[in-house]
C-alpha cells in the first residue's frame, strides 16, 4: 500500500504503523456481570413460577364458583404465558450479551493479528530499505 494512503487509515505509534492501535471498547466485567444477574432472575423467575402454578393448581382442585372459573379461565393461563414470555425475553438478552462478549473478543484478535501483520511488514520494510 503506498505511504500515502496508509497514513490517512493507519495511526503512527512509536516506531511501527498500526492499523488498529485502541483496543476493542468492550467492558467485559460489566457483561458478565449482566449475565449474572440476568441468569439469578431467570432461576428465580423459574422457581417462583413453579411454585405459584403448582399452588394454583391445588386451590383449584376444590375452589368453586365465578372467581375459581374466572381464574382457571383468564387469570392462571395469563400467569403462565407471561411468565414463559418474560423467561424468554431473559434468555435472548443473556444470549446477546454473550454473543456481543464473543464478537468482541473475535475483533480484538483480528486487530491483534492485523497489528501483528503490520509489524512484520514494518520490520521487513525497514530491513529491505522501504
Known amino acids: 500500500m503506498p505511504s500515502c494512503c496508509r497514513q490517512a487509515w493507519v495511526a503512527e505509534v512509536g516506531d511501527e504503523s498500526l492499523p488498529y492501535p485502541n483496543p476493542v471498547q468492550f467492558d467485559k466485567a460489566l457483561a458478565a456481570a449482566a449475565v449474572s444477574v440476568l441468569q439469578d432472575t431467570l432461576?428465580?423467575?423459574d422457581s417462583f413460577t413453579r411454585l405459584d402454578v403448582s399452588l394454583g393448581e391445588v386451590a383449584l382442585q376444590s375452589w368453586k364458583g365465578r372467581y375459581a372459573d374466572q381464574f382457571s379461565g383468564r387469570d392462571f393461563p395469563w400467569i403462565k404465558r407471561e411468565a414463559a414470555a418474560v423467561k424468554t425475553e431473559l434468555q435472548t438478552w443473556i444470549k446477546r450479551i454473550q454473543q456481543a462478549s464473543?464478537?468482541?473478543?473475535?475483533l480484538e484478535r483480528l486487530h491483534q493479528a492485523a497489528n501483528e501483520q503490520a509489524r512484520q511488514e514494518h520490520e521487513t520494510g525497514a530491513r529491505s530499505g522501504d
Open 102 to 106: 464473543e464478537d468482541a473478543a473475535r
Open 43 to 45: 432461576i428465580n423467575l
